[in-house]
């Protein structure tokens, strides 16, 4: 069992594979709703508050691109792109507005329900981290308030950003191998998914670095992967 008490909401415009994962989510105790177009599913997204959100890129009304970012722009809950779309640009893109993970069609039962328990388990993203807070440059982690803050302003984290910034301000100073990083954010399975881990480290940058386009906090060591620096700028 994935654990009860979870609300998982499926946005599939196809009836069968709909039905499909409502029986699986439903079998691995999870609770599931449903919408099958993007603007029922930002109504029912209002209302029902999901812990997690697997998306169809190809669904109709509000396309799953635009409505990943809509869901991204005001909360941080765990996208799951399901797609049977091939070209690897609508994977980047979706990653690029938020998405959390993605999966292509046709799948197998046990690589959905062993992502979503996944997504589900980083939903919790400080549950591991240290007590206290680090600042960064004019930036503040604070691990006991669970928040990120420059100034007066919450930098906004999704579930992943948090367990990835968590990671390197553990190992602040050092060297991380990008296979180190992506299994522990994201599991053994994701080893080698270095364009998973480019993507998200995009984002985490925009977010905290102080100047974007030269980035001060997280550094590149080209071939190996990445560090936090170690010293107060």
């Given at each position: 069992m994935?654990g009860?008490g979870?609300?998982?909401q499926?946005?599939e415009d196809?009836k069968v594979?709909?039905?499909?994962m409502?029986?699986?989510?439903?079998?691995?105790?999870?609770?599931v709703?449903?919408?099958?177009?993007?603007?029922a599913?930002?109504?029912?997204?209002?209302?029902?508050?999901?812990d997690l959100v697997i998306?169809d890129?190809g669904?109709?009304?509000?396309?799953?691109?635009?409505?990943?970012?809509?869901?991204?722009?005001?909360?941080?809950?765990?996208?799951?792109?399901?797609?049977?779309?091939?070209?690897d640009?609508?994977v980047?893109?979706?990653?690029?507005?938020?998405?959390?993970?993605y999966?292509?069609?046709?799948?197998?039962?046990g690589?959905?329900v062993?992502?979503?328990?996944a997504?589900l388990?980083?939903s919790?993203p400080?549950?591991d981290?240290?007590?206290g807070?680090v600042?960064?440059d004019?930036?503040?982690?604070?691990?006991?308030a669970?928040r990120?803050?420059?100034?007066?302003?919450?930098?906004?984290?999704?579930p992943?950003?948090?367990r990835?910034?968590a990671l390197?301000?553990?190992?602040r100073?050092?060297?991380?191998?990008s296979g180190?990083?992506?299994?522990?954010?994201?599991g053994r399975r994701?080893?080698?998914?270095y364009?998973?881990?480019?993507?998200h480290?995009g984002?985490?940058?925009?977010?905290?670095e102080?100047?974007?386009?030269?980035p001060?906090?997280?550094?590149t060591?080209?071939g190996?992967?990445?560090?936090l620096?170690?010293g107060?700028?």
């Amino acid at each position: 069992m994935i654990g009860r008490g979870f609300l998982v909401q499926v946005v599939e415009d196809d009836k069968v594979i709909r039905r499909f994962m409502f029986k699986l989510l439903r079998r691995n105790g999870l609770q599931v709703v449903g919408a099958s177009d993007g603007q029922a599913a930002v109504k029912q997204f209002g209302v029902e508050h999901p812990d997690l959100v697997i998306l169809d890129l190809g669904i109709p009304e509000i396309d799953g691109l635009e409505l990943c970012r809509l869901l991204r722009a005001s909360s941080e809950v765990p996208i799951f792109i399901v797609t049977a779309r091939g070209g690897d640009g609508d994977v980047v893109r979706g990653l690029d507005y938020g998405a959390d993970d993605y999966l292509s069609k046709p799948f197998s039962e046990g690589v959905l329900v062993a992502r979503v328990k996944a997504l589900l388990r980083r939903s919790r993203p400080w549950a591991d981290a240290a007590d206290g807070s680090v600042e960064l440059d004019d930036l503040l982690v604070d691990f006991r308030a669970k928040r990120v803050t420059r100034g007066d302003s919450t930098i906004r984290l999704t579930p992943t950003e948090c367990r990835l910034l968590a990671l390197l301000v553990a190992n602040r100073g050092k060297v991380l191998t990008s296979g180190r990083i992506l299994s522990e954010v994201w599991g053994r399975r994701y080893a080698e998914d270095y364009p998973l881990l480019r993507t998200h480290i995009g984002r985490l940058r925009k977010k905290i670095e102080p100047h974007r386009p030269m980035p001060s906090l997280i550094v590149t060591a080209p071939g190996v992967g990445y560090s936090l620096a170690a010293g107060d700028r």
